[in-house]
């Protein structure tokens, strides 16, 4: 959604003072090379070229508006019958300063400078200035028709395509429904667009394809470093996050062709937008992913552990635990979430395992209140997934925090549900290392290995795990079958 400053530029639309700029400068606006190139349709023009273009025409007579639209009409006329366009400059130059006329002329030149475009990369520079300036005009329906001929820009000049594909991602914060469908409609035209003698060029080994590059537009305002504004980029991230979800995301098989180079291209683009990604913004990345066909029902191990490490690396698992760390508990909690379904395929939960039982069970009773039930919950979920090696590692800790919550005595408070996850974790991971129980509790399952310790003596240990389990269930003494 737009803000209320942009809303209010809008309306009154203050002029700005003339930019002049050097010769060097100029040339790196104009490559989007310069850093002081930042396209915002709401505060400031884009692509700052030598000066800023005043409106100098006034047209307030019908007399006036007809002499304008006459002579657009025979312009264009005489490009759409010449043989060769190229020749007739002046006819074309004649449609750029339209763009400066009346309400009609300027819908008109709307429609005709991007239909003629091609023809006169001389003035391609005047041309997409002109037409960008129509996009911020006052009156909805100039900026409507700026708005549908943006793709053609990108289409007949595919260099432009990522600056056009920036601004209309800024330009879904329109607030009009007509200028906002008008947008989301030209988006997908870029997407939609045949590479077949449009757009085709190498890039090592992959063929990088029209929508592949409009697709990196998009992604570029989930970088940490897309704007020096945070408010509006704040909200054009909203925009184009809805706009991925909503209609990217149905017609990802129509969109991502070819498919194995294609997913894989937006799986890079994903990865490379989780440095800077709230909680959500992960939830509908990770979505997506899952929806594609790399990561499928048919996915191969190497694959599924790939999501593993990406829900990993986003749960920041080599950063020390801090309990006060809100913002991490909670990313915590999302990522662990929504990787259990990809430890259910057979992915690794070893680095989750074990950055729960070694940095958040020893300080669980620091935790704040409301998650500390969440993580015991996630905890136990993960646990029938994990491996002997990593279970016979872990189990103390498990225990050692059950002894906690079992009450030795009666009259010590209680919190069921927290005792229920440890066990139900407790249980599936003395199932794949019930050797490890001997020397925890003294329930004594020969293996044969040395790791059986069948000659010391923790009865101990023992009495006391039973007085607790028999505590809990009212002197019920219940004991999960460890196989």
């Known amino acids: 959604m737009a803000t209320s400053k942009g809303k209010n530029d809008r309306n009154s639309r203050r002029p700005l003072s003339v930019l002049s700029l050097s010769v060097s400068t100029a040339e790196k606006l104009l490559a989007g090379t310069h850093p002081a190139i930042s396209i915002d349709l709401r505060h400031r023009r884009p692509f700052l070229l030598s000066v800023w273009f005043e409106s100098v025409m006034a047209d307030t007579s019908a007399a006036g508006d007809s002499s304008d639209l006459d002579k657009l009409y025979e312009y264009g006329e005489q490009l759409n019958e ?168 149905p017609l990802k098989a129509e969109l991502l062709k070819p498919q194995e180079h294609m997913e894989r291209h937006i799986t890079d683009l994903i990865k490379k937008s989780l440095q800077d990604v709230t909680s959500e913004e992960f939830k509908v990345f990770i979505q997506f992913l899952k929806s594609l066909s790399l990561f499928g029902d048919k996915a191969s191990p190497k694959n599924i552990q790939e999501l593993i490490e990406i829900t990993e690396g986003q749960a920041d698992l080599d950063a020390q635990f801090d309990v006060s760390d809100i913002d991490h508990i909670e990313r915590f909690q999302t990522c662990i979430s929504l990787a259990i379904p990809f430890f259910m395929r057979g992915g690794s939960n070893s680095k989750f395992l074990h950055y729960v039982a070694k940095c958040i069970l020893p300080v669980f009773n620091k935790l704040p209140e409301e998650r500390k039930l969440e993580i015991l919950k996630n905890f136990a979920e993960i646990s029938p997934y994990t491996t002997p090696q990593d279970s016979r590692q872990i189990l103390p800790s498990v225990v050692h925090l059950l002894k906690k919550h079992m009450p030795g005595r009666k009259t010590e408070e209680m919190n069921f549900s927290y005792v229920e996850c440890l066990l139900y974790a407790f249980h599936h991971l003395t199932s794949k290392a019930s050797n490890a129980t001997n020397s925890l509790c003294r329930y004594k399952i020969v293996t044969g290995q040395p790791s059986d310790r069948l000659g010391e003596d923790f009865s101990d240990q023992y009495k006391d795990f039973i007085e607790r389990s028999g505590m809990q269930y009212g002197n019920h003494v219940v004991i999960f079958p460890l196989r």
């Not at 879904?172 to 003698?197: F, H, Y």
């Not at 080994?205 to 992604?219: D, S």
């Open 82 to 249: 010449a043989n060769d366009k190229s020749l007739h400059v002046e006819a074309y130059k004649g449609i750029i300063r339209a763009t400066k006329g009346s309400i009609k002329a300027k819908q008109l030149a709307a429609q005709l400078i991007p239909r003629f475009f091609k023809f006169f990369p001389d003035l391609s520079s005047d041309a997409v200035y002109a037409h960008l300036d129509l996009c911020e005009e006052e009156v909805l329906g100039v900026r409507v028709q700026a708005i549908r001929g943006l793709p053609l820009f990108a289409k007949d000049m595919p260099d432009y395509l990522g600056r056009i594909v920036d601004i209309l991602a800024q330009l879904l914060m329109a607030e009009e429904n007509v200028e906002r469908d008008a947008v989301q409609k030209a988006l997908m035209s870029l997407l939609k667009q045949d590479a077949k003698g449009v757009f085709h060029k190498k890039i090592g080994n992959i063929v990088a394809w029209h929508a592949a590059e409009a697709l990196t537009g998009l992604f570029k305002h989930f970088s940490s470093q897309a704007t020096t504004d945070e408010v509006i980029e704040e909200n054009v991230r909203d925009k184009v996050l809805s706009f991925i979800k909503e209609k990217v995301f």
